[in-house]
């Protein structure tokens, strides 16, 4: 297979957007047909008016910071992330490389407690620190999930909602810490719209998961792409979170939302971190979409499969595939 060569990073296009906000306090019709545009136009948008209370995403930042600032040895502890973990530079089995470090835990309260013993010195507090968190979010995940239903006119409201709220979901939390770049800060291009001798944070790619939600510190280098080649960088702002349309609801909206790619670039003398919580459904859960998203005029585009399917396919390819297209029906025309 021939692999084409990622376009060298100063050849790129950088364009600049005004990516949607929507505000989850205005009216719910209209909030849900501004979510359905933003999903339509870029599978991304911000929410502000979110309802994760403050107190809540401070305690989860302060405990990666911690977490993060520790010694090396101390830190090789909570790993390798095989695929729950601490893992730095490598992203996934495939040879991905990528200036990161992170922390991924699975959102089941007993994984929560085992994977704290060796994350944290206080890991009781650690675990309800984190079932917190991913409770707060999940309820946000939630509501965006009924309000995308309702814009979709589909008659079940929660038929992408459900599948988070399983206990058996497959969810994930992911911290993840991108320290600064070692470039002479004073000794910036800014002629440049950004400064061409970045590096790769974390490579392009989609999110697997139904949908992503992702809170950062102030500290830029997210970019999403939704044309081959131009970028689009995300403005840092510490009280949205940034969600994701991620494959499996791609497939759910029968490839009317599409998930969008996206990277992280070290574009900063200070260090990003970021919070990503990924909703999934339960490993068996057979991956369709709802009837009314499949009509004569829209056939279906894929063919049904498990989410534990998806995973392993997933987990055989690189970060950057487009492992949908392994799913997609041949149509004749
Ligand atoms: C991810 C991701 C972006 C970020 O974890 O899948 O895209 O800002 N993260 O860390
Ligand atoms: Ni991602």
Redesign the pocket.
């Known amino acids: 297979m021939v692999v084409p060569s990622p376009t060298p990073l100063d050849t790129e296009k950088v364009r600049a957007v005004d990516l949607p906000i929507i505000d989850l306090s205005a009216q719910r019709s209209e909030v849900s047909k501004l979510i359905v545009k933003a999903c339509d136009n870029f599978g991304f948008f911000k929410v502000i008016n979110h309802g994760v209370p403050n107190h809540i995403i401070a305690k989860l930042e302060h405990e990666g910071l911690s977490f993060f600032a520790k010694p090396v040895p101390e830190k090789l502890r909570a790993g390798p992330a095989n695929p729950f973990g601490y893992g730095c530079k490598t992203i996934g089995l495939n040879g991905d490389m990528g200036e990161i470090e992170y922390l991924v835990l699975n959102t089941n309260p007993l994984s929560i407690a085992e994977r704290s013993k060796t994350i944290s010195d206080d890991p009781s507090k650690f675990s309800s620190i984190v079932s917190d968190y991913i409770e707060a979010v999940r309820g946000l995940g939630c509501e965006l999930l009924d309000l995308m239903a309702e814009g979709l006119l589909v008659t079940d409201t929660s038929v992408f909602s459900r599948l988070i709220r399983d206990v058996d979901c497959d969810s994930v939390l ?1 911290l ?1 810490h991108y320290p600064p770049v070692q470039v002479d800060c004073n000794d910036r291009d800014t002629s440049h719209p950004y400064d061409n001798r970045n590096k790769v944070g ?1 490579g392009e ?1 989609s ?1 697997p998961q139904i949908l ?1 939600l ?1 809170r ?1 510190n102030d500290v830029g ?2 970019q999403i792409s939704i044309e081959d080649g131009v970028w689009i960088p995300v403005t840092p702002d510490p009280n949205t979170f940034c969600v994701n349309v991620g494959d499996v609801l791609q497939v759910m909206t029968n490839g009317r939302f599409v998930s969008v790619r ?1 990277r ?1 670039l070290t574009n900063s003398c200070e260090s ?1 971190m ?1 919070m ?1 919580y990924f909703g999934a459904p339960s490993l068996q859960t057979r991956i369709t979409a709802p009837p009314e998203l499949v009509t004569p005029n829209r056939l279906s585009l894929y063919r049904p499969f498990t989410w534990a399917e998806y995973k392993k396919a997933s987990y055989s390819l690189r970060l950057g595939d487009r492992r949908l297209e392994l799913f997609r029906k041949c149509i004749e025309d």
């Open positions: 992911r993840n974390f790619h999110d992503t992702l950062s280098g997210l996206h992280v990003r970021s990503a």
